[in-house]
């Protein structure tokens, strides 16, 4: 299949190549303590890595409407991961295959290999109507619905950030 | 662009005419300017570098955020240090890619140092 040029006014997003085992574990988000305010900087940041991104599915330069989440590798706890939040109190993670269950494609980008996207609007190519914001936002709370429960963050160094935790 | 780990202290500067365009046309974000940071990025975000990224349009003051700067970096789950690495223009002439690499201490670890140890900084 041959792809067309990326679209101008958009940058190409490095994908890497590999499949993604569906066991692997995400944290999806260190969040604040309050879901909403989560649902709104996932939507918000969609948003903003679609007026930037592109990356090609299925032979199209499709918008990337992103969620940037991290892997934490078997054998690893999220601890790895969450300690570069150290000011959000919460935390919530979810199996790539639970990602996938619920309609979104996990796509791995970046030279970071434990950093991946997670397409929250799927298909939309540039000369199409962008999704509305509710549509984003709903697209977050679904994906938010897929993480287990709400786990305190064991690298929260409090409101003000009094420390920063060490192994 | 290179890794955060390759050459820390590098910069990709950016014209001082170009500087002050931007800054003329700019109004500061009012996230940026409620939370009492530099710029509002989402600490999760990842450029193809392993670069923090967000866009000029989120920071309070252009002049604050040149490449080369020490900021403030806001978001809803709190405030991190950052250094800016460049702006990427390649998207957009009027409101660049802010290129960020976050630092591992926290705001207030540094001012407690600055002032344990009397730095006329502090």
């Known amino acids: 299949m041959t792809v067309p040029p990326a679209p101008r006014g958009r940058k190409t997003r490095l994908v890497r190549p590999g499949d993604v085992p569906d066991d692997l574990m995400l944290v999806i988000r260190a969040v604040p303590a309050n879901r909403s305010a989560a649902v709104e900087e996932m939507a918000d940041r969609a948003q903003l890595s679609a007026s930037v991104y592109v990356v090609e599915q299925s032979g199209k330069w499709c918008l990337l409407f992103g969620v940037s989440v991290f892997a934490h590798r078997l054998g690893r706890d999220a601890t790895d991961v969450l300690r570069r939040f150290p000011r959000a109190p919460m935390f919530v993670e979810a199996p790539v295959g639970t990602v996938r269950a619920a309609g979104f494609e996990v796509v791995p980008t970046g030279t ?13 190519v540039e000369p199409d109507a962008p999704p509305s914001e509710a549509e984003v936002r709903a697209a977050a709370t679904r994906l938010l619905d897929t993480t287990g429960e709400w786990r305190p963050n064991p690298s929260y160094a409090g409101e003000a950030g009094e420390r920063f935790e060490e192994d | 662009m290179r890794a955060p780990w390759d050459k820390p202290w590098q910069v990709e500067e950016v014209d001082p005419a170009v500087v002050e365009r931007l800054a003329i046309a700019h109004a500061p974000y009012r996230e940026a300017v409620e939370m009492g940071v530099d710029i509002v990025s989402d600490p999760h975000a990842e450029d193809d570098d392993g670069y923090n990224w967000t866009v000029l349009s989120r920071a309070r003051d252009v002049n604050d955020v040149t490449p080369g700067s020490t900021v403030v970096m806001g978001s809803v789950i709190g405030s991190y240090l950052a250094k800016v690495v460049a702006w990427d223009f390649e998207v957009s002439g009027t409101d660049p890619i802010v290129v960020l690499d976050l630092l591992p201490v926290t705001p207030k670890s540094v001012a407690d140092a600055l002032a344990r140890t009397g730095s006329p900084a502090a």
Do not use: K, R, T, W
């Open chain 1, 112 to 124: 970071d290999a434990d950093h991946f996207d997670v397409q929250l609007i799927a298909g939309v």
